[in-house]
């Protein structure tokens, strides 16, 4: 058992915490994984950005208000960052963090 999981059994929590529930904006999230977040550059990966985002959505209508597109980008930002800090075994994971 992980360090994580037998701190969440002394307190009484799951062992295996589930994924937090989304009340609004499940179409954001749903839209980035059609697109795909990340984009290999040849060296690694780096987040999907508005010469990927942009043809996607004028090709799908997923969305229209320009606030959502920034929104998309800045997920796909978000979702590198979180994988790449997921690589440090001491990193506090998302669903812990404050």
């Not at 929590?13 to 040849?42: H, K």
Request: aromatic share 6%; glycine share 12%; net charge negative.
């Amino acid at each position: 058992m992980g360090l994580l999981a037998e701190r969440a059994e002394k307190r009484g929590e799951p062992v295996e915490p589930g994924l937090p529930e989304i009340d609004a904006g499940q179409y954001l999230i749903d839209a980035m994984m059609a697109l795909g977040p990340t984009r290999s550059n040849g060296m690694g990966e780096e987040p999907t950005d508005w010469h990927i985002i942009a043809p996607f959505v004028q090709a799908t209508g997923r969305l229209s208000e320009p606030w959502e597109l920034e929104t998309l980008a800045d997920m796909c930002r978000a979702y590198l960052t979180g994988r790449n800090e997921g690589d440090n075994p001491l990193c506090i994971p998302p669903v812990e963090r404050g």
